[in-house]
């Protein structure tokens, strides 16, 4: 059974940097991608970056130059580093990953910013 379980999340205050992770088990096949989303309060989730298994990466315009989003398939982990926090960061952040037409999700970990 596939599994992805996200570590990394925290309380930081405005301007700080966190790095997220994304451990996967259960399988010995790559990801075509693996993204990571966030879900804010009250809010509907929403694509934070992307990256495939060639390297290929994709951000959303908020977080563009302050989140980087990188992957190492041996380990099969996909990370977050994210720079300059704002409180609009805020948000539980979610791992997802696809091998061919099947999509999983971690659980999520819980990213707090404080003004």
């Known amino acids: 059974q596939v599994r992805l379980v996200e570590s990394g999340g925290d309380l930081v205050q405005a301007g700080g940097s966190l790095r997220l992770s994304c451990a996967a088990s259960?399988?010995?096949?790559?990801?075509?991608?693996m993204d990571w989303y966030r879900q804010p309060p009250g809010k509907q989730r929403e694509l934070v970056a992307a990256?495939?298994?060639?390297?290929?990466?994709n951000y959303a315009d908020s977080v563009k130059g302050r989140f980087t989003i990188s992957r190492d398939n041996a380990k099969k982990t996909v990370y977050l580093q994210m720079t300059s926090l704002t409180p609009e960061d805020t948000a539980v952040y979610l791992c997802?990953?696809?091998?061919?037409?099947?999509?999983?999700w971690g659980q999520g970990t819980q990213v707090t910013v404080s003004a």
């Open positions: 997802g990953a696809s091998i061919g037409a099947r999509w999983y």
């Open positions: 259960g399988t010995n096949s790559v990801f075509n991608t």
């Open positions: 990256i495939t298994s060639g390297g290929l990466t």
